[in-house]
Protein backbone atom coordinates (compact mmCIF):
# COMPACT_ATOMS: atom_id res chain seq x y z
CA UNK A 1 0.00 0.00 0.00
CA UNK A 2 3.13 2.19 0.17
CA UNK A 3 3.09 4.87 -2.15
CA UNK A 4 6.41 6.34 -1.45
CA UNK A 5 8.93 3.75 -3.00
CA UNK A 6 12.26 3.24 -0.71
CA UNK A 7 14.90 0.16 -1.52
CA UNK A 8 14.53 -2.52 1.20
CA UNK A 9 17.93 -2.71 2.01
CA UNK A 10 21.08 -0.74 2.18
CA UNK A 11 24.45 -1.49 3.79
CA UNK A 12 27.36 0.38 4.50
CA UNK A 13 30.58 -0.04 6.87
CA UNK A 14 31.54 1.95 10.16
CA UNK A 15 32.48 5.64 9.06
CA UNK A 16 31.28 5.09 5.39
CA UNK A 17 28.72 7.66 4.38
CA UNK A 18 25.46 5.81 2.99
CA UNK A 19 22.16 7.40 1.09
CA UNK A 20 18.87 6.33 1.11
CA UNK A 21 16.35 7.91 -1.54
CA UNK A 22 12.69 8.10 -1.27
CA UNK A 23 10.52 8.87 -4.33
CA UNK A 24 6.82 9.74 -5.32
CA UNK A 25 4.64 12.15 -7.39
CA UNK A 26 3.69 15.13 -7.71
CA UNK A 27 0.54 14.91 -5.88
CA UNK A 28 3.16 14.46 -2.23
CA UNK A 29 6.61 14.79 -2.28
CA UNK A 30 6.50 17.01 -5.30
CA UNK A 31 4.35 19.55 -3.46
CA UNK A 32 4.73 18.82 0.26
CA UNK A 33 8.05 18.38 2.65
CA UNK A 34 9.71 15.30 2.93
CA UNK A 35 9.86 13.28 6.65
CA UNK A 36 12.00 10.52 8.01
CA UNK A 37 12.14 8.36 10.40
CA UNK A 38 14.02 5.98 12.47
CA UNK A 39 12.33 2.61 14.43
CA UNK A 40 14.87 0.54 16.02
CA UNK A 41 13.11 -3.02 15.83
CA UNK A 42 10.68 -3.49 18.44
CA UNK A 43 9.95 -0.14 19.44
CA UNK A 44 8.13 3.20 17.79
CA UNK A 45 9.87 5.21 15.34
CA UNK A 46 11.44 8.43 15.53
CA UNK A 47 11.42 11.84 13.96
CA UNK A 48 14.62 12.12 12.29
CA UNK A 49 14.20 14.36 9.65
CA UNK A 50 11.74 16.74 8.67
CA UNK A 51 10.73 19.30 6.35
CA UNK A 52 13.24 17.62 3.93
CA UNK A 53 15.97 19.05 5.89
CA UNK A 54 15.26 20.34 9.25
CA UNK A 55 16.74 18.34 12.48
CA UNK A 56 15.18 18.36 15.57
CA UNK A 57 16.99 18.80 18.70
CA UNK A 58 19.53 16.18 19.66
CA UNK A 59 19.90 14.43 16.13
CA UNK A 60 23.53 14.46 15.15
CA UNK A 61 24.38 16.58 12.02
CA UNK A 62 25.71 13.27 10.59
CA UNK A 63 22.35 12.79 9.47
CA UNK A 64 21.17 15.26 6.21
CA UNK A 65 17.57 15.26 3.93
CA UNK A 66 17.60 16.59 0.62
CA UNK A 67 14.54 16.94 -1.75
CA UNK A 68 14.33 17.81 -5.81
CA UNK A 69 11.22 17.22 -7.54
CA UNK A 70 9.13 14.35 -6.54
CA UNK A 71 12.55 12.65 -4.86
CA UNK A 72 14.08 12.96 -1.60
CA UNK A 73 17.09 11.23 0.26
CA UNK A 74 18.22 10.79 3.65
CA UNK A 75 22.02 11.22 3.92
CA UNK A 76 24.22 9.54 7.01
CA UNK A 77 27.57 10.32 7.27
CA UNK A 78 30.60 8.67 9.81
CA UNK A 79 27.80 5.31 9.50
CA UNK A 80 28.18 3.88 13.43
CA UNK A 81 26.83 0.13 14.12
CA UNK A 82 24.03 2.00 16.40
CA UNK A 83 22.81 3.34 12.94
CA UNK A 84 21.38 0.19 12.39
CA UNK A 85 18.13 0.51 12.36
CA UNK A 86 14.47 0.86 9.44
CA UNK A 87 14.38 4.24 8.24
CA UNK A 88 11.36 5.63 6.84
CA UNK A 89 10.18 8.60 4.91
CA UNK A 90 6.66 10.11 4.39
CA UNK A 91 4.67 12.57 3.28
CA UNK A 92 1.41 14.69 3.42
CA UNK A 93 -0.77 13.80 -0.19
CA UNK A 94 -3.22 16.54 -2.05
CA UNK A 95 -5.31 13.56 -1.61
CA UNK A 96 -5.45 14.19 2.03
CA UNK A 97 -3.69 10.87 3.37
CA UNK A 98 -0.23 10.61 4.46
CA UNK A 99 1.92 8.15 2.59
CA UNK A 100 5.08 6.51 4.01
CA UNK A 101 7.67 4.46 2.06
CA UNK A 102 7.92 0.84 2.42
CA UNK A 103 10.89 1.76 4.79
CA UNK A 104 14.49 0.52 4.68
CA UNK A 105 16.41 -1.74 6.58
CA UNK A 106 20.04 -0.53 7.11
CA UNK A 107 22.69 -3.16 8.55
CA UNK A 108 26.27 -1.83 9.44
CA UNK A 109 28.57 -4.06 8.26
CA UNK B 1 10.17 14.96 28.12
CA UNK B 2 6.72 14.56 26.63
CA UNK B 3 5.35 10.60 26.23
CA UNK B 4 2.44 9.31 24.95
CA UNK B 5 0.99 6.30 26.37
CA UNK B 6 -1.45 3.98 24.91
CA UNK B 7 -3.29 0.75 26.46
CA UNK B 8 -1.84 -3.07 26.72
CA UNK B 9 -1.86 -5.70 24.06
CA UNK B 10 -5.08 -6.66 22.75
CA UNK B 11 -6.60 -10.16 21.16
CA UNK B 12 -9.48 -10.54 18.70
CA UNK B 13 -11.55 -12.94 17.06
CA UNK B 14 -12.53 -11.40 12.84
CA UNK B 15 -15.39 -9.35 13.43
CA UNK B 16 -15.06 -8.03 16.84
CA UNK B 17 -14.01 -4.83 17.65
CA UNK B 18 -11.05 -2.88 19.35
CA UNK B 19 -9.98 -0.10 21.29
CA UNK B 20 -7.01 1.63 21.71
CA UNK B 21 -6.18 4.14 24.06
CA UNK B 22 -3.88 7.21 23.73
CA UNK B 23 -2.70 9.40 26.79
CA UNK B 24 -0.21 12.33 26.05
CA UNK B 25 1.60 14.34 29.13
CA UNK B 26 1.30 17.65 26.29
CA UNK B 27 -0.32 18.00 23.20
CA UNK B 28 0.18 20.60 20.34
CA UNK B 29 -3.02 20.67 17.88
CA UNK B 30 -3.39 16.81 16.61
CA UNK B 31 -3.00 13.51 16.89
CA UNK B 32 -2.81 11.01 14.15
CA UNK B 33 -3.23 6.87 13.99
CA UNK B 34 -0.45 4.91 12.42
CA UNK B 35 -0.31 1.16 12.22
CA UNK B 36 2.31 -1.23 10.91
CA UNK B 37 1.74 -4.92 10.11
CA UNK B 38 3.67 -7.31 10.52
CA UNK B 39 7.24 -7.27 8.73
CA UNK B 40 5.25 -4.04 6.39
CA UNK B 41 6.23 -0.53 6.71
CA UNK B 42 3.80 2.41 8.21
CA UNK B 43 0.23 2.84 7.16
CA UNK B 44 -1.34 6.30 8.31
CA UNK B 45 -4.95 5.93 9.55
CA UNK B 46 -6.76 8.82 10.85
CA UNK B 47 -6.19 12.11 12.80
CA UNK B 48 -7.85 14.16 15.54
CA UNK B 49 -8.03 17.38 16.16
CA UNK B 50 -7.51 17.39 20.10
CA UNK B 51 -8.78 21.09 20.46
CA UNK B 52 -11.72 20.88 18.31
CA UNK B 53 -12.35 16.91 17.86
CA UNK B 54 -12.21 17.18 14.12
CA UNK B 55 -11.38 14.42 12.64
CA UNK B 56 -9.77 12.72 9.32
CA UNK B 57 -9.93 9.54 8.02
CA UNK B 58 -7.90 7.79 5.51
CA UNK B 59 -9.97 6.36 2.46
CA UNK B 60 -9.53 2.83 3.45
CA UNK B 61 -10.76 3.10 7.23
CA UNK B 62 -13.91 4.75 6.61
CA UNK B 63 -16.65 3.30 7.48
CA UNK B 64 -14.87 1.24 10.48
CA UNK B 65 -12.40 3.40 12.45
CA UNK B 66 -13.91 6.49 14.99
CA UNK B 67 -11.45 8.76 16.76
CA UNK B 68 -11.69 10.59 19.71
CA UNK B 69 -9.44 12.59 21.84
CA UNK B 70 -8.86 9.56 24.08
CA UNK B 71 -8.98 6.48 21.76
CA UNK B 72 -9.12 4.77 18.65
CA UNK B 73 -12.02 2.09 17.66
CA UNK B 74 -11.16 -0.46 14.38
CA UNK B 75 -14.54 -2.41 13.72
CA UNK B 76 -15.06 -5.54 12.13
CA UNK B 77 -11.45 -6.94 11.96
CA UNK B 78 -10.38 -8.79 9.70
CA UNK B 79 -6.86 -11.22 9.95
CA UNK B 80 -5.22 -8.72 7.74
CA UNK B 81 -5.74 -5.73 10.66
CA UNK B 82 -2.97 -7.66 13.05
CA UNK B 83 -0.83 -5.21 13.42
CA UNK B 84 1.04 -2.55 15.79
CA UNK B 85 -0.90 0.10 16.52
CA UNK B 86 0.93 3.60 16.82
CA UNK B 87 -0.71 7.50 17.87
CA UNK B 88 1.40 10.04 17.09
CA UNK B 89 1.61 14.19 18.27
CA UNK B 90 1.68 16.17 15.49
CA UNK B 91 4.91 18.71 15.61
CA UNK B 92 3.26 21.66 14.60
CA UNK B 93 -0.28 23.21 13.54
CA UNK B 94 -1.23 22.54 9.98
CA UNK B 95 -1.57 19.49 7.14
CA UNK B 96 1.65 17.72 6.60
CA UNK B 97 3.00 18.46 10.15
CA UNK B 98 5.05 15.12 11.32
CA UNK B 99 4.78 13.16 14.18
CA UNK B 100 7.86 13.97 16.97
CA UNK B 101 6.26 11.77 19.64
CA UNK B 102 5.09 8.20 19.45
CA UNK B 103 3.13 5.82 21.56
CA UNK B 104 5.09 2.86 22.40
CA UNK B 105 3.03 1.02 19.97
CA UNK B 106 -0.29 -1.42 21.10
CA UNK B 107 0.25 -4.63 19.02
CA UNK B 108 -3.55 -6.08 18.14
CA UNK B 109 -3.96 -10.17 17.12
CA UNK B 110 -6.74 -10.97 15.05
CA UNK B 111 -7.31 -14.65 15.43
CA UNK B 112 -10.28 -16.84 15.23
Redesign the interface.
Known amino acids: ??MLTQPPSASGTPGQRVTIACSGSSSNIGS??V?W?KQVPG?????LI??NNQR?SGVPDRFSGSKSGTSASLAISGLQSEDEADY?C???DD?????????TKLTVL | QVQLVQSGAEVKRPGASVKVSCTASAYTYGVSWVRQAPGQGLEWMAWINIYTGNTHLAHQFQGRVTVTTAYMELRNLRSDDTAVYFCARDRFYGSGSPFDYWGQGTLVTVSS
Open positions: QSNPHYAAPKLYSPHAAWSLNWVFGGG
